[in-house]
């Protein structure tokens, strides 16, 4: 089962009970941030709905419900008050900031996945690197950048590459290769402590990621300048 049948299974029914369904969950970390991420929101939802009411309250509340219909609004206040915390809950969940699209989920949960990479003190020479993009069937110019990790990597459609590259001010920026998925036009994600941004390559997309004070326009522009297709009458 690949990432995008379980998270159809994922988002109709985090609770299925389908072998391959569980073998995801439980072997494919991609999977299985996902699974975690939409248990974190049914324990959210179910707290919004176990809202106890204070033992001191519970006879009065019963008695009222008894001998005083007429007086209404005491009866109802800790009705009320379930119904205020499970509608913040539900619009944090549904109309707060969250991933518009699958793709923006996918970026966001590899970044879960594999919060840290291991990059080298030194720039990798191009030499190793266009193996790697050819596997990928991309071509880089050698003004691509200095790349100082990178290594193949599942996305959601297919194999991509994820990359540290450091830019002109000495700082590092994440950037997620995704020559299967096409854009039509630079996504701004939204991400807690990050800036990111999807944008569209000759081949793909890319994700880039930084912290909120790093300059990443130099990069953006070099990778959609030197990172192409390949050319497959060269092949």
């Not at 391959?20 to 959210?44: G, N, V, W």
């Not at 707060?96 to 996918?106: I, Q, R, V």
């Not at 880089?140 to 450091?166: S, W, Y």
């Amino acid at each position: 089962m690949n990432y995008q049948q379980f998270k159809k299974i994922l988002d109709a029914n985090p609770y299925s009970d389908d072998p391959q369904f569980i073998q995801a969950r439980e072997q494919d970390p991609l999977c299985q941030a996902a699974y975690q991420k939409a248990m974190a929101e049914e324990k959210l939802l179910q707290a919004a709905l176990d809202i106890p009411v204070p033992q001191d309250q519970r006879s009065a509340i019963v008695m009222n419900q008894s001998f005083a219909p007429s007086r209404i609004q005491h009866k109802h206040i800790w009705a009320a008050a379930a119904t205020m915390v499970m509608t913040i809950a539900l619009g944090l969940l549904f109309f707060g900031p969250k991933p518009t699209s699958d793709l923006e989920d996918f970026i966001n949960e590899a970044l879960v996945m594999e919060p840290t990479v291991y990059m080298s003190e030194q720039e990798i020479p191009f030499e190793q690197l266009q193996p790697l993009f050819a596997s990928l069937g991309a071509e880089a110019n050698e003004q691509l950048g200095n790349i100082h990790f990178m290594k193949l990597c599942p996305t959601l459609d297919g194999d991509g590459a994820r990359m540290v590259f450091m830019n002109d001010f000495g700082q590092p920026i994440t950037v997620l290769y995704m020559p299967n998925s096409p854009v039509e036009q630079t996504v701004q994600m939204q991400m807690k402590g990050f800036k990111g941004k999807i944008i569209a390559l000759d081949k793909g997309s890319a994700a880039i990621i930084a912290k909120p004070n790093q300059q990443t326009a130099q990069i953006e522009a070099s990778l959609k300048q030197n990172l192409l297709a390949a050319d497959t009458q060269s092949l």
